[in-house]
């Protein structure tokens, strides 16, 4: 039987005896969270809080123990404290596991209090910027000093950074984390979306694995104490996944507040993540550390960087940046890593300002390793039996050597002598081919068919003009003027030119003409940010909750003054409506302010259970509410809520659940679930569990005992997912939650098939406090009836309120319009109240 515990259950966990904690929010529901692989549960032992993660079936392996272990050398890292954990193994805890199959291979581990950052950015959480730097700096220690260690989460996003109430942040969610010696896992994760690198489809395992993710949530936390970015956030992150990596209005947007609020050099560590091919390209989490500042500087010292008196200022910010890098790199060749050592000096490099004694330093470094790794690849070729012997070196390779004293000089900020066009065309074509030749004859288009047809290098040259790649791309990057070169000290004379190379020129040239073209787009792009398309973001988002588990947050729901200021309506004292989740409400209540005169404060409660308290406190916390139909009859029954509106969809102000499976399942009918995993969004979705447990019920299945288990999927797109991947057997969802997911399932309606349809059930719609006046809900009334009857009204709706509740209109309704659904509750024995609570 699945593991379903009830408040006090008591476990006995390696001589010490827990007890399931009650959620502060919810009395008699056990305090936990559901994840994509698992359910947490806050378990205690007198004042000892911790967290008992139960893994769903799929993922309870016994590979856990060994990644336990692993895990444990870490745990006192900052920001690691998940590390240090116990697993639940049949040698160790068969007693229990006989009573808890379930909880076989579970962890416990240290509860860590707070809201996730995923959450913060769902509510639209207002940061100051102190805030925000403290977190983008506690962040970024974290992650540098992983990095340092050789380590990497493998999946950084929202869900799994929690700010704890004392400040900083923590990770959690690590059973993926990457180390050099820890044993791969056979599937290997692949990000989160929103936060996934171009090459996260081909798995993320290695010490480079966080770094685009994580310069997305760094960039996330600088910015989020900047209005225009938290109005502009897509969703549960600030990206759409489609936009990633991809310029854009939201792109833009966010670079420009990072500069404006941060200055240049974090604005630019953040465009080289997001331009970056591999992760290799990305930012170090050490740069950042060294690029934030310890403090937040005044607008006006950021704006003055970029003036003839913040020059300097900036130099010597650089300079001290550059120099953490190179300590930071001197680690890792003490680490026996010459290639993170080298990557290290290069970014070190492009730091330093030109013409410095660093920028000196660090070019003699940089071409010290590249020389070594060059000879050490061409000590190394041998080649293969009945192979074609090498010959000399062509003299485009030769050409390339000669010119490397001016290249080494140009690093380090000097003035070499120009190289003249067609050497720079042969080395180019040349340098193209090596990449294709490196990578099995697969190369990015169109530069790989533009030079496809220069003649193919030798091996053993190949090795020497790779050691200078990084060399001839800083010819094309700007310099500070320096001092002209000595006759001795200039370039040779070049030998002459191979004819592919010739031939490949005017392509290349071309090419680098539209690179350029490209890049002055992106920057002359206007900075006015016109409206972004925006998540629909699902209710699960707001509501974490496994089985029969809360996840409540009020999200600052306002208690009413004690004594007015004002009347209810005024701009001194609001209407506060309350909605699970808030969408993009704004457009709706400035038109509504503008049909009525009235002033509205809109709250979010991150559950129905939080709007209904809002509603039923004394003094309310909230005068009106968008509920569900369930939670609108609990509020209803409690005294606390009356029904005005019911929204509209897709012409109707009803809706209908369904029952789906797999096409290939040989489940044809309700009555065939017994012993069945079955997926719900959650504990109290009426399409996706309420109706659905009362039809079981009717056709002879006790959804309570006789369902094998009971999975928490979080959102119905995701229940249409778990039925079409096999995970359950059975899921309920809204008609037809399975549109959502054809993009990423282009077969899912062939693959999975409705057995039956729920009964109409009401929308969600407006409801008021018992308090609020008549004649004020009547005005309120009218006037969102007024807002629906015009283009721009059904817009905002479709638009605004859309983004979670999606409606289309508005029809009066008043409590006898759910009497039929009180009905059927009497008829299953199902009371509001055992759900939600008193």
């Not at 008699?28 to 692989?37: H, T």
Request: aromatic share 6%; charged share 20%; net charge negative.
């Amino acid at each position: 039987m699945a593991f379903r515990p009830q408040v006090n259950d008591q476990l006995t966990i390696n001589n010490a005896t827990y007890a399931i904690a009650e959620h502060p929010a919810a009395p008699g529901v056990p305090y936990g969270q559901a994840g994509r692989r698992a359910i947490v549960y806050q378990v205690a032992a007198g004042d000892d809080y911790r967290a008992l993660k139960v893994f769903s079936r799929r993922f309870r392996t016994p590979a856990l123990v060994l990644v336990a272990q692993n895990l444990a050398a870490y745990a006192s890292l900052p920001g690691l404290q998940v590390c240090r954990r116990e697993v639940l193994t049949p040698e160790r805890n068969s007693p229990l596991l006989q009573q808890h199959p379930d909880l076989a291979y579970a962890v416990l581990m240290p509860w860590i209090e707070g809201p996730t950052w995923m959450e913060t950015m769902i509510q639209k959480q207002a940061l100051t910027p102190e805030e925000s730097l403290t977190l983008a700096r506690s962040l970024a220690g974290i992650l540098t000093e992983m990095e340092e260690k050789g380590l990497a989460h493998c999946d950084l996003s929202g869900p799994n950074v929690i700010l704890p109430p004392k400040g900083g942040v923590v990770l959690v969610d690590v059973e993926e984390m990457y180390g050099a010696e820890f044993e791969q896992p056979e599937a290997l994760p692949s990000g989160t979306s929103g936060y996934g690198h171009r090459t996260a489809g081909e798995g993320l395992w290695g010490p480079d694995a966080d770094r685009f993710a994580g310069a997305v949530l760094l960039a996330e936390m600088l910015g989020w104490c900047d209005e225009r970015v938290r109005e502009a956030a897509w969703g549960e992150q600030y990206f759409d996944k489609d936009e990633v990596q991809r310029g854009g209005d939201r792109y833009r947007l966010l670079v420009e507040a990072l500069r404006d609020r941060w200055g240049e050099r974090a604005a630019a560590l953040f465009e080289r993540a997001w331009r970056s091919e591999t992760l290799q390209d990305c930012p170090t989490f050490g740069e950042w550390l060294v690029t934030l500042p310890e403090d937040v500087p005044a607008v006006e010292t950021v704006a003055a960087a970029v003036t003839a008196g913040g020059v300097e200022s900036e130099k010597k910010i650089a300079v001290g940046a550059a120099q953490a890098l190179m300590d930071l790199a001197r680690r890792f060749e003490e680490q026996d890593n010459p290639a993170s050592a080298l990557q290290t000096y290069r970014q070190a490099q492009a730091l330093a300002p030109a013409g410095s004694e660093v920028a000196v330093e660090l070019a003699r470094i940089v071409q010290e390793m590249k020389t070594q790794q060059a000879q050490a690849a061409v000590l190394a070729f041998e080649p293969l039996e009945g192979a074609v012997e090498p010959q000399p070196a062509t003299p485009a390779p030769r050409a390339a050597l000669e010119v490397e004293p001016a290249l080494i000089e140009q690093e380090a900020g000097e003035k070499p002598a120009p190289l003249s066009p067609a050497p720079q065309a042969a080395l180019e074509a040349e340098l193209a081919l090596i990449e294709q030749q490196g990578a099995g004859g697969e190369t990015t288009p169109p530069l790989a068919e533009r030079a496809a047809a220069a003649a193919p290098l030798p091996p053993a040259p190949q090795a020497a003009l790779e050691a200078e790649l990084a060399l001839i791309e800083q010819r094309e990057e700007p310099t500070a003027p320096g001092p002209e070169l000595l006759p001795e000290e200039k370039a040779a004379p070049l030998p002459p030119v191979p004819q592919a190379a010739l031939e490949a020129e005017p392509a290349l040239i071309e090419q680098q003409a539209e690179r350029k073209e490209l890049a002055a787009e992106e920057t002359e792009a206007a900075r006015a940010v016109p409206p972004l398309p925006r998540r629909r973001v699902p209710r699960w988002a707001w509501a974490l909750g496994g089985l029969g588990v809360l996840v409540l947050v009020l999200g600052g729901l306002a208690v009413m003054d004690a004594v007015p200021s004002g009347e209810l309506g005024s701009e001194g004292r609001p209407i506060i409506w309350t909605f699970v989740p808030m969408g993009e409400t704004g457009r709706v209540t400035d038109l509504l302010h503008e049909e009525t005169g009235l002033f509205f404060d809109i709250k979010v409660a991150t559950e129905y259970a939080g709007a209904i308290e809002a509603m039923c406190a004394n003094p309310p916390e909230a005068h009106m509410s968008s509920l569900n139909t369930f939670a609108y009859v609990a509020a209803a029954d409690r005294g606390c809520a009356e029904a005005a509106l019911l929204s509209v969809r897709y012409g109707s102000p009803t809706y209908n659940g369904q029952f789906i499976v797999r096409a290939d399942s040989g489940i044809t009918d309700i009555s065939q679930l017994a012993g069945k995993t079955f997926c719900r969004p959650d504990p109290l979705s009426t399409s996706g569990w309420v109706i659905p447990s009362i039809m079981m019920k009717a056709a002879g299945v006790d959804p309570d005992n006789d369902l094998a288990e009971i999975v928490d999927a979080g959102s119905h797109d995701a229940v249409a997912a778990a039925v079409y991947n096999g995970d359950c057997d059975v899921g309920a969802t809204y008609v037809d939650a399975r549109s959502r997911i054809e993009e990423d399932y282009p077969d899912v309606m062939e693959q999975t098939v409705v057995i039956a349809v729920e009964p109409d059930i009401p929308n969600d719609g407006v409801q008021f406090q018992t308090s609020v006046p008549q004649e004020l809900r009547d005005q309120i009334v009218a006037g969102l009836l007024a807002i629906a009857a015009t283009d721009e009204g059904v817009e905002a709706l479709d638009t605004a309120l859309g983004t979670a509740y999606w409606w289309e209109g508005l029809v009066e309704a008043d409590d006898s319009y759910y009497d039929g659904f009180r009905q059927i509750l009497q008829a299953a024995g199902i009371s509001t109240e055992d759900l939600v609570g008193p």
